[in-house]
């Protein structure tokens, strides 16, 4: 471990660094390695992915969808690589904004930013929308009842309440937040381990070949198990994104060029071993395998059938921890994004979002504004579910627009200087696999039932994964005035008019309060 003498000459490098990229130091650097790591595997957070999704997974692609699991590893793991490499050279609150606006163009970058934050924004409200979803599991709550506050039923109120909490961890400051969030990642990740290791070597009632088995619902009309495959996937999908945390937490952490980067590559290849496990182990100890296609929890019916309820019950705490803490780093991450666009007045009243609280050393207002933001959705629906499935394809559009910045950096040269972490010659390949393989994602979230758009591919089982707009419910009734739209263009579609007008009024032209030439990197010009 360094000693204080030793921590304080690498953070004055860190600093140095900063202040080659055009940014001031104001940000604590309290955070090492396992704190850094620790924040971008809560954001994965595969306990809270599985636990939300895996009923769609099993009852639309059977235990075959296994396999999307290791494909969607693989194809993050090209994004995860592209994105060390940046975070090395650029260990900055904001990553792939700041990112995209170093090494494309200012627009580009301010739009992948955009899009990035209310994607953040509305993933904090659906992960801490399932904190009562488990909640209920454990004490027996109804969600549907009403709650000790007018007009909110208990799912709304206890999601609320773990809004309140989340931001005021975020508004005191990293060290607060990463020791907590270590914490979770511990119990998450001990708990996942040894619940998989009992089921396969004491619990195992499937065989193998079990993977291989669908679950009998692909037909003509739904264009046979290609695209029951690509819904089923989806519960993959939904996990497997946000460990470029690691990056945007680099103004906080020690040897950030070096450590975000392992950071980054560390969280994604730890959850999908650990995913891996126990998404085998859930499958292989699932003893009707017929009723577990229409369980709204086979996870928990698995453990209940071989443990008993009470390690079910002890499974279902780790599962509150891990969605807790995921909710914690997700509003992190988002915040810090906030944050650096506020800093760079590139988001309305910039000034008091990136502004650093003077005791805390911490984007206090940025947290509190987020914490906002995400409770917004809660007033007009209670409809978690549906509205992760808009921000995990918002998610995917950010990272597609910021490696296509990057690789028109890459075409002109980048890098020209040196970092920790280095891809060489595989950095253009690596790149355009990532494009490859966001591009494919994208169209997979796109696609919608509408048979006059892509005819029978999917059929109706697309409405699992993008459902009209008319799907969203308050206290279980339909909102009748939205329209009749998919659920991600509408999406994509609001945020790209309300981001056009306030680019074009506000924010295009408008220099950045800090913007030197990147000496660090040999980087003549931002943009």
């Known amino acids: 471990m360094a000693g204080s ?21 104001e940000l604590q650097r309290t955070l090492g390695f396992l704190s850094n790591f620790a924040v971008a595997f809560s954001y994965i957070s595969v306990a809270t992915g599985t636990f939300t999704l895996i009923a769609l997974g099993l009852g639309v692609g059977g235990p075959a969808f296994f396999w999307s699991w290791p494909i969607i590893i693989l194809g993050q793991t090209f994004v995860a690589l592209n994105f060390a490499e940046l975070a090395s050279h650029f260990p900055v609150a904001g990553s792939i904004y700041q990112w995209s606006k170093r090494l494309a163009n200012r627009t580009l970058g301010w739009f992948t930013g955009w899009f990035y934050f209310w994607a953040g924004v509305v993933t904090v409200t659906a ?57 979770g990642v511990g119990a998450e990740i001990l708990g996942m381990l040894v619940f998989a290791l009992i089921l396969l070597l004491f619990f195992r009632v499937q065989d193998l070949s079990v993977l291989t088995q669908t679950a009998g619902i ?21 996990v497997v994104y946000g460990f470029d945390t690691a990056g945007t937490f680099g103004e906080e952490t020690l040897d950030a060029s070096r450590q975000a980067p392992r950071g980054i590559l560390s969280a994604i290849w730890l959850s999908g071993l650990v995913g891996a496990i126990f998404l085998l182990a859930i499958i292989l100890a699932t003893p009707d395998m017929t ?4 369980d709204p929890s086979p996870i928990s019916t698995a453990i209940k059938s071989a443990l ?50 003077p005791t805390f050393k911490t984007p206090t207002n940025a947290a509190l504004a987020v914490g906002i933001l995400a409770a917004l959705p809660f007033f007009l629906t209670d409809s978690p579910g549906l509205i992760a499935t808009g921000a995990t394809g918002l998610i995917y559009l950010s990272y597609f627009m910021a490696n296509l910045g990057v690789l028109v950096a890459r075409l002109r040269g980048w890098p020209h200087g040196q970092a920790w972490f280095k891809l060489g010659g595989w950095g253009l390949v690596i790149n355009i696999l990532a494009l490859v393989w966001g591009g494919l994602m994208i169209i997979n979230f796109a696609l919608w039932s509408d048979p006059a758009l892509f005819g029978d591919f999917g059929s109706d089982l697309r409405d699992f ?21 998919p659920f991600f263009e509408g999406t994509v579609l609001l945020i790209l008019i309300v981001g056009i007008v306030y680019y074009v009024v506000a924010a295009r032209g408008r220099e950045d309060v800090e913007q030197l030439p990147d000496v660090a990197t040999g980087e003549a010009t931002i943009g």
């Open 127 to 183: 992960v801490a929308g399932t904190v009562p979803l488990v909640l209920s599991s454990i004490l027996g709550i109804d969600l549907k009842a009403q709650s000790p506050l007018p007009f909110f039923n208990n799912l709304v109120f206890y999601a609320l309440i773990t809004l309140v909490i989340t931001t005021l961890i975020n508004g005191i400051g990293a060290r607060v937040l990463a020791t907590i969030n270590n914490i």
């Open 291 to 294: 009723a577990a296609l229409t």
């Open 308 to 357: 008993g309820d009470t390690f079910g019950t002890i499974y279902l705490m780790v599962i509150l921890i891990a969605v807790f803490v995921c909710t914690l780093a997700i509003q992190g991450a988002t915040v810090r994004l906030m944050f650096s666009m506020g800093r760079d007045r590139r988001m309305p009243l910039g000034s008091l979002w990136g502004s650093v609280h």
């Open 218 to 238: 692909e037909t003509p009309e739904t264009g046979g198990y290609l695209p029951v495959f690509a819904v089923a996937m989806f519960m993959s999908l939904f």
């Open 465 to 485: 994964t993008n459902p009209s707009l008319t799907g969203i419910t308050s206290g279980g009734n339909a909102i009748t005035w939205l329209p009749d739209i």
């Open 5 to 25: 003498g030793q921590s304080h000459d690498i953070a004055a490098q860190d600093d140095a660094h900063l202040r080659s990229l055009g940014i001031k130091p």
